[in-house]
């Protein structure tokens, strides 16, 4: 079984940008969870998503958005890139009834 | 508001000894508690998760003790190897809130 892939693993962006992150979860799981890892404040919640439906948020500012398809597939997005947005960006999948959530090698995203 | 701490930031070890990371909680709606183990340049990987209606749980020369009334819980890795030196994050997760809390985590070393 193939696990979470995301896409790409590294980034480059210019400040003001905005980017576009792509997490594909293991087969069968409909649940989708994104986390911002910096070494000053560690693993951060962004956002979860249900079968296309955002069922909870973290404390980050309206440019970090997201979105899922109907195959389960997320992106998320950031606009107007700021250099402290620069970051590990990981997402998580997660099956419908249990709680182990598995994690893809996240997106090293590094803003100038 | 930190709700889960971790400590130690870091700790050395030399092979064959054990290895010990301590984490507490506040929110008492926590119900889920995993332990992840990440290597440089990769996502967190889940290791061991524990549930609050037992006070160990163990798997091979990993072990969570779960102390509920303290709101306390620590990983202990028996025997430990260098290939176990790694960051390891602690995090809890409760209700219909799948969001994951990490602690700030623990970067271990293991000494041949």
């Known amino acids: 079984k193939a696990g979470v892939t995301q896409t790409p693993r590294y980034l480059i962006k210019t400040r003001g940008q905005q980017v576009t992150l792509s997490c594909s979860p293991i087969?069968?799981?409909?649940?989708v969870s994104w986390y911002q890892q910096t070494p000053g404040q560690g693993l951060q919640f962004l956002f979860e998503?249900?079968?296309?439906?955002?069922?909870n948020k973290g404390n980050f500012p309206g440019r970090f958005s997201g979105r899922q398809f109907s195959n389960s597939r997320s992106e998320m997005n950031v606009s107007t890139l700021e250099l402290g947005d620069s970051a590990l960006y990981l997402c998580?999948?997660?099956?419908?009834?249990?709680?182990?959530?598995?994690f893809g090698q996240g997106t090293r995203l590094t803003v100038v | 508001q930190q709700q889960v701490k971790q400590s130690p930031q870091s700790l050395i070890v030399q092979k064959g000894g054990i290895s010990i990371i301590n984490c507490a909680y506040e929110?008492?709606?926590?119900?889920?508690f995993p332990w992840y183990q990440q290597f440089p340049g990769k996502g967190p990987a889940l290791l061991i998760a524990?549930?609050?209606?037992?006070s160990e749980k163990k798997e091979g020369r990993f072990t969570i003790s779960f102390n509920k009334s303290a709101k306390q819980f620590s990983l202990h890795i028996m025997d430990s190897q260098p290939g176990d030196s790694a960051t390891y994050f602690c995090?809890?997760?409760?209700?219909?809130?799948?969001?994951?809390?990490f602690g700030k985590g623990t970067l271990l070393t293991v000494n041949p």
């Open positions: 929110n008492t709606a926590f119900d889920y």
């Open positions: 998580a999948s997660r099956g419908q009834e249990n709680t182990e959530a598995f």
């Open positions: 995090a809890a997760t409760g209700g219909s809130n799948y969001k994951l809390t």
């Open positions: 524990i549930r609050p209606d037992v």
């Open positions: 998503y249900f079968s296309e439906t955002q069922r």
């Open positions: 087969s069968g799981h409909r649940s």
